[in-house]
């Protein structure tokens, strides 16, 4: 094995012990970015694949935009854009972070084929009928969940 590997930068993350309860005991997460390998491997490289043909779900606001109607599955089983650029979906962290919270609010895919941008603050509900164009904000400053038809 190439030496190289063990000399890899470290990513130290700092998460709680149950993501659902914040004040948990803190933990160490030790990380190494697989992407600093290249430069331990002779002759290795690296090749840019577009959005057309990858869309990483990182956060729960990648979850939404693949959940609505801005992708589909094509006859072959390939997940395919419906629209040239995506909007930024901007999620209230507070609220949709969590899966059990983002599964407990987002009962349904809006549409956001319109959409140029998305900013969530507070419980909003979000449904199969919910149809969003333009430039979206919708704000619940309350902590009782209100639908989108609602604000």
Known sequence: MNEGWTELPLI?????????????????QLETAMGAAIGTVEGAG???????????????NDLLGVRSDLYEVDQCGVLQATVEKAPVIDLDPKHYKMMADFDA???????LRECGRLKVRGPVVFTDEDRLSGEVSLENPGETPRRVSEL
């Open 105 to 111: 609010l987002v009962r349904g895919a809006p549409s």
């Open 46 to 60: 690296a090749i840019e694949v577009g959005r057309d043909r990858f869309f990483p779900v990182k956060t729960t």
């Open 12 to 28: 130290v993350n700092k998460k709680p012990v149950n993501p659902q309860d914040l004040a948990s005991a803190e933990i160490i």
